[in-house]
Every structure is written in structure tokens, then in C-alpha cells.
Nanobody, 122 residues
Framework: LQLVESGGGLVEPGGCLRLSCTTTRGALDDYVVSWFRQAPGKEREAIALIIIREGGTYYRDSARGRFTISRDGAKDTVDLQMDSLTPEDTGVYYC????????????????WGQGTQVTVST
């Protein structure tokens, strides 16, 4: 797989962004796809995941209620809709794909995109 993220940028607090993860080689049908965030000076953390084949979605507390992960089957993308953004959401966002059973541990994911910067600031 080759993954590419897009949609990052600068947004004011309270604003929204939609990130998209697409594959330039391979298909996402049989994978778990997660969005990770790495804030400045912090470790990379998973914030949302989707099990593509069954459609199940899961969120960490920092994302639940504000972020929505979804799959666009026609485009073969996994999107992350982020609402009510705060400065604490600033960081580089990565999408990653892993085999069935992958969860919140970054080591479970062999395939990564290059990341897209999200900055929440006035």
C-alpha cells in the first residue's frame, strides 16, 4: 500500500477540517485504517480507526464526539471530519493501514502516509 493524506491547514479555534487518506497503490478493503496525531513534543497517538470490511469505527476520548472517521468506497478513501477544533488538536496527522486486529498501537501498522499538518490558532 501507498497512502497519501490531504486536507490539512490552518484553522481558527472552533473551526473544522476534513482530512482524506487515499491509496496510490493497492486497495483498502481488507485493512484497518487509523488516523494518528503527533503533537509538537509528544508521541504519535491513534485517535480514530475504522475496520474497513465491517465498517466499525472507534475513537479515543480526545476525538470522540468531535471527529468522525468514514470510508468512501467509490473513491477508496478514509476521511476524518474534525469539528470544534481546539489548539490542542494541532499536530501532524497521519493515516496508517494495518491488518485485521490492529488497534491503537502504532507498531501494528506497516503502512503510513507522509502526514499532513493541522494548525489550530487565531
Amino acid at each position: 500500500l501507498q497512502l497519501v493524506e490531504s486536507g490539512g491547514g490552518l484553522v481558527e479555534p472552533g473551526g473544522c477540517l476534513r482530512l482524506s487518506c487515499t491509496t496510490t497503490r493497492g486497495a483498502l478493503d481488507d485493512y484497518v485504517v487509523s488516523w494518528f496525531r503527533q503533537a509538537p513534543g509528544k508521541e504519535r497517538e491513534a485517535i480514530a480507526l475504522i475496520i474497513i470490511r465491517e465498517g466499525g469505527t472507534y475513537y479515543r476520548d480526545s476525538a470522540r464526539g468531535r471527529f468522525t472517521i468514514s470510508r468512501d468506497g467509490a473513491k477508496d478513501t478514509v476521511d476524518l471530519q474534525m469539528d470544534s477544533l481546539t489548539p490542542e488538536d494541532t499536530g501532524v496527522y497521519y493515516c496508517a493501514a494495518g491488518p485485521w486486529g490492529s488497534s491503537w498501537n502504532a507498531n501494528q501498522y506497516p503502512w503510513w502516509g507522509q502526514g499532513t499538518q493541522v494548525t489550530v490558532s487565531t
